[in-house]
């Protein structure tokens, strides 16, 4: 894998763009939901360090992400190959 197949979450944590769902924006009582959900099934990765989470990329394998970045910023990331 190349360091490009990798897009930022902020705080040096990276994931793979290949395996990107969906970018959601939280807030929502649904959205609560499925965080509890995925908290309880361990499938839940917190990369924010402490700042406020604004937005959740959930991967192809169930695994959701929290990234302190907006949903605009990480979709952008996605979209650029360098």
Known sequence: ???SDFISLGFD???DRKRIV???KPGSSPMRKLKELKKKEG???DA???KPTRSFI???NGVLFLSSHLPETIIERIGNEN
């Open 48 to 50: 924010t360090s402490g």
């Open 58 to 60: 959930l991967l192809d």
């Open 43 to 45: 499938l839940l990765v």
């Open 1 to 3: 894998m190349k360091m």
């Open 13 to 15: 944590n990276f994931v």
């Open 22 to 24: 969906a970018v959601l």
